[in-house]
């Protein structure tokens, strides 16, 4: 995603990629756990180290090489059918627009839903969430901010305590990355902040360590093909974990390929939180898929094939 992920030669690298593969025999080579793939990767790929959507690609090409090519990654509860609660993300534009997006969310079962922020006027997005809270006062709807770092220093701390009032779960990156006030806007915020594009680059054990010490954020957004493959997202967990900081995985708009593996990935923890896993609807030319979005609830159907050509 050109402005957004740090790669650059993406198609060029990922030629590269393929040939290496070819030339390769890695069946007989692979271990078949994430850690183990991730060091192959490592050791064998050195031109995607600053590729994190090509290593996450590699992660799930090889992990279902291993495990026999049928797009089973890991033998969790997701595969044998326990469903990942998500959350509904509601697409930026107009008030009509977003509002008839709310209402289909919420007759479609879903109980926490996702809105982009920073891009309508101030007072337009709070008369939408004031919306949400008078018309379905009697559901327990949980609500999340994405400001995608649209907010300005000087007002930030403003517009966080208006929307506050409509009881908001938490606000993600609210701030450009890299923003010399992030810190002292974590502290102050009356509604939780999580980092997301704060995380992108940030590769070694030694600077997530350093990033979540500094900033303290209440969670951390974890988007594999932003920020590392899924190895560096087991770390990020690991990390946040072991500081108190919560989390929950996001897509980052991949086809049915992608969204599979997220969500055998996610299913691998214990969820206490809606994951951010909805976006594979998207398409309208996609890989048909065993995957299922019902009530806010995504699952394995196992009644439904694979629909790739060979």
């Known amino acids: 995603m050109p402005g957004l992920s740090l790669e650059t030669e993406t198609e060029e690298v990922l030629n590269k990629v393929v040939d290496k593969i070819n030339e390769s025999k890695l069946a007989s080579t692979l271990a078949n756990d994430l850690k183990s793939i991730y060091c192959f990767i490592k050791e064998n790929f050195v031109l995607v180290e600053n590729h994190p959507s090509i290593i996450f690609g590699l992660e799930t090409a090889l992990l279902d090489l291993a495990q026999g090519g049928n797009r089973t990654l890991f033998k969790n509860e997701f595969i044998k059918g326990q469903p990942i609660p998500i959350n509904g993300l509601i697409w930026?534009?107009?008030?009509?627009?977003m509002l008839q997006q709310i209402e289909i969310k919420i007759q479609d079962g879903f109980r926490c839903?996702?809105?982009k922020v920073g891009g309508l006027d101030y007072e337009k997005e709070c008369?939408?969430?004031?919306?949400i809270r008078r018309k379905y006062f009697k559901l327990d709807i949980v609500i999340r901010l994405?400001?995608?770092?649209s907010l300005k220093p000087?007002?930030?701390?403003?517009?966080l305590k208006g929307f506050s009032k409509f009881d908001i779960h938490s606000i993600e990156q609210p701030l450009k990355p890299?923003?010399?006030f992030l810190a002292e806007l974590v502290q102050t915020s009356p509604i939780p902040v999580a980092l997301d594009e704060e995380l992108i680059g940030i590769g070694t054990r030694a600077t997530k360590e350093q990033l979540l010490d500094r900033v303290k954020p209440p969670y951390i957004i974890l988007k594999p093909t932003l920020h590392g493959g899924l190895q560096s997202c087991a770390e990020w967990i690991e990390i946040a974990q072991a500081r108190n900081i919560g989390w929950w995985l996001t897509s980052a708009l991949e086809s049915n390929v992608g969204l599979n593996a997220i969500a055998q990935f996610a299913s691998n923890y214990?969820?206490?939180?809606?994951q951010g896993l909805g976006t594979g609807a998207l398409y309208d030319d996609n890989f048909e898929a065993p995957l299922r979005v019902d009530k806010g609830l995504l699952s394995h159907y196992q009644r439904q094939e694979w629909q790739i050509a060979e």
């Open 92 to 97: 930026m534009g107009g008030l009509d627009f």
């Open 113 to 115: 839903i996702k809105l």
């Open 154 to 159: 000087e007002d930030a701390l403003y517009k």
């Open 178 to 180: 890299k923003s010399d």
């Open 127 to 131: 008369d939408i969430l004031q919306y």
């Open 270 to 274: 214990t969820l206490d939180k809606p």
């Open 146 to 149: 994405d400001a995608n770092g």
